[in-house]
Nanobody, 128 residues
Framework: QVQLVESGGGLVQAGGSLRLSCAASGRTFSVSAMGWFRQAEGKEREFVAATRFSTTTTYYADSVKGRFTISRDNAKNTVYLQMNSLKPEDTAIYYC?????????????????????WGQGTQVTVSL
């Protein structure tokens, strides 16, 4: 099992920045990739960003490209999401997710079903 704990959410004005953290514990050696998703009130959970551990490959939703950056600290088993130029439409609960299965060419890191473990989420609110 892998446990994920998100932190760093909060209230910020439009144009501001936040950095989310996701600390992994447990059988972290089994994790091959991690991602961030978000769910706004009344909407489905959507993909934000992901990173594979065996390479430097990263993936981003079009809505956050150029504003958000996913990174990781392997020594700390932590993944970060740096969010800049925040907009009110970025308001959501942000969830961290981990994939325990190995990479294959058809794997889609933007799909929720790719991930085996999920955190409890952290609220991000962007005001005008």
């Amino acid at each position: 099992q892998v446990q994920l704990v998100e932190s760093g959410g909060g209230l910020v004005q439009a144009g501001g920045s936040l950095r989310l953290s996701c600390a992994a514990s447990g059988r972290t050696f089994s994790v091959s990739a991690m991602g961030w998703f978000r769910q706004a009130e009344g909407k489905e959970r959507e993909f934000v960003a992901a990173t594979r551990f065996s390479t430097t490959t990263t993936y981003y939703a079009d809505s956050v490209k150029g504003r958000f950056t996913i990174s990781r600290d392997n020594a700390k088993n932590t993944v970060y999401l740096q969010m800049n130029s925040l907009k009110p439409e970025d308001t959501a609960i942000y969830y961290c997710a981990a994939d325990r299965d190995s990479y294959h060419s058809t794997k889609d890191y933007s799909r929720r079903v790719t991930y085996n473990y999920w955190g409890q989420g952290t609220q991000v609110t962007v005001s005008l």
